[in-house]
């Protein structure tokens, strides 16, 4: 058994291909065979001349998604998709398919996610998925070249990572516990140990609201690095991503073929992003009649205002305290103001990365865990951070599905990853 990638190496040899039948046609003198073996997709040719009447009869009862095995010479072809052809002599039914759901017509969203453990296989849902598991590995090869250590974090916690607001909750053992709505506090803690750290999960959080943009299980990276300001952070931030824009594109040219993606768009993604403070963009938005007062955090339709028009990612950096989380750092320079930073994505997509510096000060801290309200005993190992040799320290987040939904120009970040959670979904 040969894969369909290698069949440049089988040029006028026999060969036998295993894959699923995605569409068969032809009827008169010769039929076509298009399958999938999962590492591209091959058009076998049978003329009805050269094959006996069973092989002949087995290719024309073929049904969608059946797998078979098809034998033959490997013809280069630059019409075939991919390049090649197969001169098909034997055909062989390894598992025939029923009925398939998803053909080739439009179907609903609903429907096509009701079957999404079939959906999968399409042309465009493994375009991006693709890219996906290209960006995903260009993580962990950037953050592994500059020496930050990996450090796998908590599902399961009794700290509350991000707001009360969107917890999933669980028993555990009579206590409650939460589903990690971030890994943060934890690198935080390895950063003493290792300097440069960084997780890489799902992350949980019971988001209410049903947009093109929240899942309620995500997959989030957040590097964490000791002695950096929220200056460093932002410069580590624009070189990441151009750096994951940059694979990509060196990488997934076919699927972003397949996508339709404008790449034209992507290829002058580089580092430095301008960058804008809170305050600035308030002023802005307001002169463009948007309804947002000082204070209250940038909705998606306020950050498509901001980027309109720009070319590359914008970072809003050093928000109001009151919009943000209970961990960042107070601004020196303007009290009122935290040590952080959104990176907005062009073309409307909006947040991708949420980071900050961490507030250092053990009595901030701990008055802004009190402000919040959160349970200060659940924090007891947080402020021991503060305690034992405080540090100055950054970090960020960035969603995996809203970068990849961006990279490929998809509108929706639900087909950026394999199996979504939703809000009304939990099938398949
Ligand atoms: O801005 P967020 O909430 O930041 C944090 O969680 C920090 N603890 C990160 C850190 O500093 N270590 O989330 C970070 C990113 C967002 O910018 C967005 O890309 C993604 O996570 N994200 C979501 N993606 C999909 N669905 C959701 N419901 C998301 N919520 C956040
Ligand atoms: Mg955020």
């Not at 091959?42 to 009805?48: I, R």
């Not at 096509?112 to 693709?130: V, Y």
């Not at 950096?228 to 410069?235: G, I, L, P, Q, Y």
């Not at 994951?244 to 993604?269: M, N, Y």
Request: hydrophobic share 35%; net charge negative; proline share 5%.
């Amino acid at each position: 058994m040969v894969e369909i990638r290698e069949l440049g190496d089988h040029v006028g040899g026999q060969v036998t291909v295993k894959g699923w039948v995605e569409a068969t046609r032809g009827h008169g003198k010769v039929a076509f065979t298009v399958v999938r073996d999962g590492t591209g997709v091959l058009q076998g040719v049978l003329v009805k001349s050269q094959v006996d009447d069973a092989t002949w009869d087995l290719q024309q009862s073929l049904t969608q998604e059946s797998l078979v095995a098809l034998t033959g010479e490997v013809k280069e072809d630059a019409r075939a998709p991919g390049g090649y052809e197969l001169g098909v002599t034997g055909v062989e039914l390894l598992a025939p398919s029923a009925e398939y759901p998803i053909q080739p017509k439009e179907h609903g969203v609903d429907f096509l996610l009701d079957h999404r453990h079939l959906w999968l296989r399409s042309s465009m849902q493994r375009a991006g998925l693709k890219v996906r598991a290209e960006v995903e590995q260009a993580i962990h090869d950037f953050l592994y070249q500059r020496d930050f250590v990996r450090v796998d974090t908590p599902i399961l916690t009794g700290s509350i990572g991000e707001h009360a607001g969107t917890l999933f909750q669980t028993d555990y053992f009579g206590d409650p516990a939460y589903m990690a709505q971030t890994g943060q506090l934890y690198v935080e803690a390895a950063c003493p140990a290792f300097r440069r750290v960084y997780c890489f999960g799902p992350t949980f959080r019971a988001e209410k609201s049903k947009t093109r943009r929240h899942l309620t299980e995500f997959w989030m990276v957040e590097p964490e690095v000791a002695f950096a300001d929220s200056n460093d952070n932002m410069r580590l931030q624009e070189e990441l991503v151009s750096y994951l824009v940059e694979r990509a594109l060196e990488r997934c040219g076919e699927e972003l073929k397949v996508l339709e993606r404008d790449t034209g768009k992507l290829e002058h993604i580089a580092a430095p992003f301008p960058r804008m403070s809170y305050t600035e963009a308030v002023a802005i938005l307001q002169g463009k009649g948007a309804e947002i007062e000082w204070g209250s955090d940038l909705g998606a339709a306020d950050e498509a205002l901001l980027t309109e028009g720009r070319d590359l990612p914008l970072f809003v950096h050093d928000y109001p305290k009151q919009a943000k989380a209970f961990y960042m750092k107070e601004n020196p320079a303007d009290p009122r103001t935290v040590l952080c930073d959104d990176l907005l994505a062009p073309e409307g997509y909006g947040e991708i990365i949420g980071g900050s510096q961490r507030e250092d000060d053990l009595d901030r801290l701990r008055q802004r865990i009190r402000e919040e309200k959160l349970p200060e005993e659940a924090y007891a190992w947080y402020l021991d951070l503060r305690r034992y040799g405080s540090f100055p320290h950054s970090g960020f987040g960035l969603g995996v599905e809203r970068t990849v939904a961006w990279i490929t120009g998809r509108h929706h970040i639900r087909e950026m990853i394999p199996f979504p959670r939703l809000m009304n979904r939990l099938y398949p």
